[in-house]
């Protein structure tokens, strides 16, 4: 069992990934946590990638203090009494086929920077020669040592944060679903597209897209699924209005960042060099879009989990979550991984959903110079059904997107910013 009493233990799976990335490097900066292990699963790119990313933070994570030994403390998940395990996951869906996100993440998962910036790729023999000093290695399939892991640790006090797919969570309750329902504390998830369009098809969000199967054992399925009353899942309805604007990022972290230029080293801080390498090809995939900034949502995903460690009664200060019902489509030929919600009959859906398609279209116009908008989310109802009580818990509102990327300068990037540099930065807190 860990030492560290005062501190979650949590395990984080993941397919880095561009904002897993950053996810990855917020949850390293997070004193509030203890980062037990990584499974790498498939997404958004194959796994095999995705593995090779971890070892790439943490070199990167590593340069950045041997060039700068005085922000050391600002990582203290890197150098940890207990190395986190990194160990390899699911390959691919429980059913169906094998979809990636490497049209917006690249073939390497880090906007392809293995090719535009050699110079941050892994020497040939690093993971054959025993990988990064900071983590162990294992051969164990991920869903079995996270498995281990629960077993370790007093019941209940475990979080696990799941940013990509679900595979690896259904294998854990196909392999010993006793365990995992009585041992885990809390199980965070990004994932999913309640009352706005999806971004992996008009109707489905990439994770839920990717495995479908999975989400309906792991949340849906009475027979299998997790104890809903320990799940936190936060949707694309949250994570999408919670944004980087690149002006911020150029403003604050990096001045030279241009759509352009690819990122150079010289004269740059390691960590900076490596988070502008990858961002330069999001954001040109962004602007596309007609946004000119990052959506935040595994950053959020791991945000949210700092916030709510296992026990925590209700939602934490700020945080506002309310039960919601739904079915996991995984056949439909245009809809697999659709959040499907019975709406029938339920007072004030027509209304969410207009405040739903305001929130999407104000996001959506963002652009660089633009003044953000509040958006305001509708409160739960004071007296919930029977029904709502017996849904997932769903995130519908955080102490805000300034409160976010505060928290993010500061602990990623070293960076002290308060609402009035932000807001010289073209946001609005």
């Known amino acids: 069992m860990s030492k560290n009493l005062d501190r979650t233990p949590v395990i984080i799976d993941t397919d880095p990934g561009v904002d897993d990335t950053i996810a990855i490097l917020l949850a390293l900066a997070s004193p509030e ?7 790498v699963s498939f997404g958004n790119t194959d796994v095999e990638a995705c593995y090779a990313n971890i070892f790439k933070i943490y070199q990167a994570v590593g340069r950045h203090i041997e060039q700068h030994p005085e922000s050391c403390h600002l990582f203290p998940n890197y150098n940890s009494s207990r190395k986190p395990l990194v160990v390899k996951g699911a390959a691919g869906p429980l059913n169906g086929d094998l979809e990636t996100a ?26 054959s020669t025993g990988g990064h000093p900071q983590l162990e290695l294992s051969d164990r ?109 150029n403003v604050h972290v990096d001045p030279t960042f241009a759509t352009e230029m690819p990122s150079i080293p010289t004269g740059k801080a390691p960590l900076t060099h490596f988070t502008s390498a990858f961002l330069l090809r999001a954001r040109k995939v962004m602007r596309a879009y007609g946004v000119d900034a990052m959506e935040l949502h ?26 919601r019902l739904f079915q996991m489509e995984r056949n439909g030929e245009l809809t697999r991984g659709m959040c499907v919600v019975d709406r029938r009959g339920a007072q004030g859906e027509y209304a969410r959903a207009q405040t739903a398609m305001q929130h999407q279209v104000a996001t959506l116009s963002v652009e660089a110079g633009a003044i953000f908008a509040c958006v305001e989310i509708e409160e739960a109802s004071s007296h919930p059904s029977e029904d709502e009580q017996e849904g997932v818990p769903v995130v519908e509102g955080t102490p805000g997107i300034g409160a976010l990327l505060q928290i993010m300068l500061k602990r990623v990037w070293g960076i002290q910013a308060d609402e009035e540099s932000l807001a010289a930065g073209q946001l609005l807190v």
């Not at 490497?102 to 993971?127: M, T």
């Not at 995903?301 to 700092?306: C, F, L």
Request: net charge negative; aromatic share 8%.
């Open 102 to 127: 490497a049209y917006f993440h690249g073939r390497d998962g880090l906007s392809d920077i293995s090719v535009s910036h050699p110079e941050l790729n892994l020497p040939p023999d690093f993971l």
């Open 141 to 249: 399939p991920g869903h079995q040592a996270a498995l281990d892991l629960l077993r370790e640790h007093a019941p209940k006090s475990v979080t696990y944060i799941a940013l990509g797919p679900l595979t690896n969570l259904a294998y854990m309750l196909r392999t010993d679903g006793a365990c995992l329902r009585e041992r885990i504390g809390r199980v965070v998830i990004m994932g999913g597209a309640l009352d706005v369009p999806g971004n992996a098809t008009p109707t489905a969000e990439f994770n839920f897209f990717a495995d479908p199967y999975a989400v309906h054992e792991v949340l849906i399925a009475p027979a299998t699924r997790l104890p809903l009353t320990r799940v936190l899942l936060l949707p694309l309805d949250i994570t999408t209005s919670h944004l980087l604007p690149f002006a911020t990022y």
């Open 298 to 323: 595994d950053i959020t995903a791991v945000w949210a989990a700092v916030a709510h460690p296992p026990g925590l009664q209700g939602s934490a200060p700020g945080w506002t979550v309310r039960h």
């Open 33 to 39: 946590i203890e980062i037990l292990a990584f499974v």
